[in-house]
């Protein structure tokens, strides 16, 4: 078993509980933060999710600086912009990379790293670790570290939540996804239809909002975490997605 771990959460999380506020008085206060503490956060989250696991064996997944999202929708997590970081974010990442196993991808998010390697054929006896939800649409086994669960999708469950996502978009990562339309309404919407439908009642929910096929694909490209199929290995491009097949006329 590989544990195949969002190394950007770990990192994340482990450098904002190492802040602390200091009230020095007279209105004065000072956020300050020791890179042996948090690094000490850091490993022990590692460990706690590896003994959870099973495995001593594992791949950090880390966020590359450029974004091929941001080409698709220029918006994409323009929500983000000017938000501070916690302070030892970098060092944290940095010293992480100088130990274990990491792996980034030029362009690519970590999810997408993760999704690529869990999809790569031979496929491997790998998990995914993350408390980020939109690894559900990978098509893989799962651990939840925030939840302690896990779980595993086939790819028709993992294509369904994708386009679950297509519809309902995530405030978090800045796409809005199809208006008005929230997490129960767009699991009304995908109820009983054969996967091979799927697509064109999206589209078909997305049209009664005024909106054409463009916008509704726009959105389920940045909302695709990619998987190995939708990467060349030869160009390290990305392949955008497209469904199976085109509605030229929408209801």
Not at 42 to 64: C, H, M, W
Not at 90 to 116: K, W
Not at 204 to 212: D, E, I, P, Q, V
Not at 232 to 245: A, Q
């Amino acid at each position: 078993m590989i544990a195949l771990i969002d190394g950007d959460i770990l990192v994340y999380q482990a450098a904002a509980v190492a802040e602390k506020p200091v009230d020095w008085g007279d209105g004065l206060w000072t956020l300050h933060a020791e890179e042996e503490e948090a690094w000490a956060h850091f490993q022990s989250a590692l460990n706690v999710t590896l003994e959870a696991v099973g495995t001593e064996t594992f791949i950090l997944a880390f966020t590359d600086k450029k974004n091929f999202r941001k080409d698709v929708l220029p918006t994409y997590k323009s929500n983000r912009t000017g938000v501070r970081k916690p302070m030892l974010l970098p060092y944290l990442r940095s010293r992480a990379e100088a130990r274990y196993v990491c792996q980034t991808m030029e362009g690519l998010e970590g999810d997408d790293v993760l999704g690529i390697i869990a999809t790569k054929e031979p496929k491997g006896d790998y998990v995914i670790c993350t408390i980020d939800k939109d690894l559900k649409t990978i098509p893989c086994k799962h651990y939840n570290f925030g939840t302690k669960e896990f779980f595993e999708t086939d790819v028709e469950t993992s294509d369904k939540y994708h386009l679950l996502q297509t519809l309902t978009g995530d405030t978090t990562d800045g796409y809005k996804g199809c208006p008005s339309i929230g997490i129960k309404t767009a699991e009304k919407i995908l109820q009983d239809i054969k996967p091979e439908d799927m697509w064109e009642a999206v589209v078909s929910t997305y049209a009664k909002a005024g909106l054409g096929e463009e916008e509704a694909l726009t959105q389920a490209r940045v909302a695709r975490i990619l998987r190995a199929t939708d990467y060349n290995f030869n160009t390290k491009e990305v392949i955008l997605w497209n469904p199976t097949k085109k509605i030229t006329s929408p209801a």
